[in-house]
């Protein structure tokens, strides 16, 4: 009776939450940096329409938004690193979980101490 396999990467382990997350967070970033380059060149085309974009920029939705956002980016950002990691250091493949666990608390660490400026921001306190 074959036996089944003990694991790779990608079988709901780590790995493929992290491959996951990788490619959630890249294809966030990038309609945000799309929308973000249609309503910069706004600007050219109506002044006041681009004033009125950026005014509906300033409600409680989009700093909460703000939020996962910078979170994105930072988790994109460093799990990036611990992909090159893995791609070109001899070891990376055998230390990739404990690089996630390292990115995560890194991500952890800097959401903690960014997060509770952004909701005073965003609410005004």
Do not use: C
């Not at 309609?31 to 974009?53: G, K, W």
């Amino acid at each position: 009776m074959p036996t089944r396999p003990a694991g790779t990467l990608y079988r709901g382990k780590l790995g493929m939450w992290s491959w996951v997350l990788h490619r959630i967070t890249g294809v966030g970033i990038y309609f945000f940096l799309l929308v973000h380059i249609l309503d910069t060149a706004l600007v050219r085309v109506s002044p006041e329409a681009y004033n009125s974009v950026m005014a509906t920029y300033k409600t409680t939705i989009i700093g909460l938004a703000e939020i996962g956002l910078v979170g994105a980016i930072l988790f994109h950002a460093f799990n990036g690193i611990r992909v090159t990691l893995i791609d070109f250091w001899s070891k990376g493949s055998k230390y990739q979980n404990q690089m996630f666990w390292v990115v995560l608390a890194i991500w952890v660490v800097l959401m903690a101490a960014w997060v509770p400026r952004q909701l005073m921001h965003t609410f005004g306190a």
